[in-house]
């Protein structure tokens, strides 16, 4: 197959047709054919050669070419594409080191072979445009919503027609009751959008709770409008969901808007969710409050919040607790999810009674210690006493508070708490010297003796190992594990250290060994609070 002038129109037409049909630039499809023709053509005059191949965008005449560069005399390896700078002579009036030389060839005869693999580098080129294409046009539409056609079933997992390519709606990205026929016309979020070594791949998604919060936008002209915001969402993705939403509008009621008129924005999308029940609710920047709130039906007596260990517990009535939870735990799941926090319920009797259990522990704690009769144990931790420290170094005058105590009975009650707990120290700093506890972790400031006990009892017993701890590993913390938090215990976390407090430590520790420059701490310092106020 020639070249000829016969064919050079067939060329251009072809392209046009090509990149009409795939819906791509007919400049990619005409460079493929240049380069198709180009890999041709050296299969003609040699692969040494560097052959290059031009095809004129209004007649489609196709021009050979073969380029040779000048380069340095020792340096010439190439025979067919190189020349010296006394060989470019003949060509160049003043040739120097990196010209080319371009000389025209004559157009090859392509053979069967030669035309095959010039269609195939021809469909290669056309190809990798069109996956290009379909990549930068699903790219930015990850994170909405799309309309498709289902196509066929894989394995359980749906390939759905989206125009301009297909998607794949995976087997537990669907909704568990739905199933699909060919041509059912389908309704998806765009989870991600993805190269791969097949093509782009489009993955949607009908369980992601972001789908419902897009369905929302799309019923609720408020939300799209930014007059509402949804906060926060989580599903049971075919039963139930709860959504936190917000008015920045104090003429708009966020939940009335979100349910419509008798109910027709919020029925719309439980159809489209497959009758899936949904709970709107105000969302409040106080958690105690939005957690009442994402507990609905149930009521609520008492919240209790722990923040530093990312947990909440929450004091129902007793005829309220199976309400709370929900069938299967689904409703104190949920609302876990809206909150981002651990929930703990329990009842009005569950607590009380670890109430009284506490206040009986610290009672006995200050009758054993503190030589007390019952009746004087049970009025300091009515006062608010909770451990032999608190009595020991408060200020005087809160004892003297308490009614009944003078200055006497509050000097002696300090003299004792301070004597048991000076005890205490020595018999826990010799059981840390037993343990092998060397004298550089013993004269760290900020450590007590029964911090070092329990520290040797878990083989921490220098100022080097005690260096290289963890903040995490002092303080304890939470990990989240298959979408649960799991504590992490901390070595010593029985004695109310924080994460703060533990960085601190290990910090001063790596410090006085020479491991961390304290210049270096305090420019990285600045650094970061220069970052802050350039965000700011």
Not at 70 to 98: M, S
Not at 349 to 372: G, H, I, P, V
């Amino acid at each position: 197959m020639a070249i000829t002038s016969a064919n050079q129109l067939e060329l251009l037409q072809t392209a046009e047709a090509v990149a009409r049909e795939k819906m791509i630039d007919p400049v990619l499809v005409i460079e493929a054919m240049e380069e198709s023709l180009a890999r041709a053509a050296k299969s003609r005059y040699g692969s040494e050669m560097d052959i290059r191949v031009a095809i004129d965008r209004k007649t489609g005449k196709a021009t050979f070419t073969r380029v040779r560069t000048v380069v340095e005399d020792d340096l010439l390896e190439n025979y067919q594409a190189e020349l010296t700078v006394e060989q470019a002579r003949q060509y160049l009036d003043d040739p120097k080191v990196g010209d080319t030389v371009v000389e025209e060839v004559p157009p090859v005869d392509l053979g069967r072979i030669a035309a095959q693999s010039a269609k195939q580098v021809i469909l290669q080129k056309v190809r990798e445009a069109e996956r290009d294409r379909q990549f930068e046009e699903f790219k930015d539409r990850k994170g909405t919503i799309i309309n498709g056609v289902v196509k066929r079933e894989e394995y359980g997992n749906i390939i759905v027609d989206i125009g301009r390519g297909e998607a794949i709606l995976r087997r537990n990205e669907k909704i568990g009751r739905e199933s699909y026929r060919p041509n059912d016309r389908i309704r998806c979020y765009i989870k991600d959008v993805r190269r791969e070594a097949r093509g782009p791949q489009v993955f949607l998604s009908r369980t992601d709770p972001q789908f419902m919060a897009e369905l929302f936008k799309m019923e609720v002209p408020e939300i799209y409008d930014g007059i509402i915001e949804i906060k926060a969402v989580a599903r049971d993705p075919g039963s139930r969901a709860k959504i936190g939403v917000i008015s920045y509008d104090n003429s708009i009621d966020p939940v009335g808007a979100c349910v419509g008129m008798r109910g027709s924005r919020v029925q719309a999308v439980v159809n489209e969710l497959q009758g899936e029940k949904i709970d709107i609710i105000p969302w409040n920047e106080d958690q105690a409050t939005f957690l009442v709130n994402a507990l609905q039906p149930a009521e609520v007596s008492k919240v209790v919040i722990d923040e530093e260990a990312g947990k909440i517990e929450v004091v129902v009535p007793d005829e309220q607790l199976s309400l709370a939870i929900g069938r299967r735990g689904q409703n104190v799941r949920l609302a876990s999810q809206l909150t981002g926090l651990d929930i703990d319920i329990l009842t009005e009797e569950e607590e009380s009674q670890r109430r009284q259990a506490e206040f009986a522990e610290r009672t006995k704690l200050f009758m054993d210690n503190l030589d007390l009769d019952e009746f004087f144990a049970q009025l300091l931790v009515a006062e608010g006493f909770t451990n032999l420290e608190e009595v020991a170094y408060v200020d005087l005058d809160e004892l003297l508070s308490i009614e009944g105590v003078d200055d006497a009975t509050a000097s002696e009650l300090q003299a004792r708490a301070r004597d048991v707990i000076e005890e205490q120290n020595r018999k826990a700093l010799e059981n840390a010297r037993a343990l092998g506890v060397e004298d550089s972790l013993v004269g760290f400031e900020g450590l007590t003796p029964q911090m070092l006990e329990a520290l040797a009892q878990d083989g921490v017993k220098t100022l080097e190992d005690f260096a290289t701890c963890a903040d995490w590993e002092l303080a304890g913390g939470w990990t989240t594990v298959n979408g649960e938090r799991v504590k992490d215990e901390g070595l010593l976390e029985k004695f109310d250290m924080s994460l703060e407090e533990a960085q601190h430590l290990v910090m001063t520790a790596r410090i006085q060994l020479g491991w961390v420059d304290p210049a270096e701490l305090e420019t990285d310092a600045e650094e970061g609070d220069t970052d802050e106020e350039a965000e700011a």
